[in-house]
């Protein structure tokens, strides 16, 4: 079942960048070793999806 993002989390998540609180996006590379990114143009896609821009696919991340 999916999660249904409230209302009030879309609005902060959307204007995240613009209020100067950038998303951070956390993942663990393939030697275990973590890593921490800003993507700024996480945006929500829909009541349960997110939507980030990777400049490098080859970065790995997904």
Same mark, same amino acid.
């Given at each position: 079942?999916?999660? %249904?993002?409230?209302?009030?989390?879309?609005?902060? &998540? =959307?204007?995240?960048?613009? =209020?100067?609180?950038?998303?951070?996006? !956390?993942? %663990? =590379?393939?030697?275990?070793?973590?890593?921490? !990114? &800003?993507?700024?143009?996480?945006? %929500?896609?829909? =009541?349960?999806?997110?939507? &980030?821009?990777?400049?490098?696919?080859?970065?790995?991340?997904?």
């Amino acid at each position: 079942m999916a999660i %249904v993002l409230p209302d009030e989390l879309k609005a902060a &998540i =959307d204007s995240s960048r613009a =209020d100067g609180f950038p998303i951070l996006w !956390a993942s %663990v =590379d393939e030697s275990g070793q973590p890593t921490i !990114a &800003i993507y700024g143009s996480t945006h %929500v896609h829909s =009541d349960h999806e997110l939507g &980030i821009w990777l400049r490098n696919e080859g970065r790995g991340f997904l």
